[in-house]
């Protein structure tokens, strides 16, 4: 099966936008799956896997990329997206290990980094 994350990014990537508004798109892209199977536990909770993968390998493109060492980003800002992809992983790890007994409220969390992140990438740059 091909990586359903890249494959996304890659026919948005199409569309023109900064990759920024990539980034954006496909962190609210996650945020939406995982919401969706939050509010709507009772019926949707045999997507939570699928969306959970793919946020997963969402975060694993975003900090692979963001932390290469010939990305220009400062270090610090490297090591701030490395720490919260550490998070992501683990609460993502937790919630598939917790199976039929996962909570819809850990999903809150994730829900609420990705649409922040997004928020952040969408907004200008501020001069320097």
Known sequence: MYNLAAQ???????MAVSPRELEAIL????ARKL???KDN???HRSELDEALTFNRRLWTI????ATSPDNPLPDEIKQNIA???LFVFSRTLAVMQEGK??????LTVLVQI?????????QKPQAA
């Open 8 to 14: 996304t990014y890659q026919q948005t990537e199409r």
């Open 27 to 30: 962190l609210l892209k996650a």
């Open 35 to 37: 919401q969706v199977v």
């Open 41 to 43: 536990w009772e019926t």
């Open 62 to 65: 975003l900090s692979t990329s």
């Open 83 to 85: 720490n919260l992809a």
């Open 101 to 106: 007994e996962a909570m819809p409220q850990r």
């Open 114 to 122: 990705n649409r922040s992140l997004a928020e952040g990438l969408r």
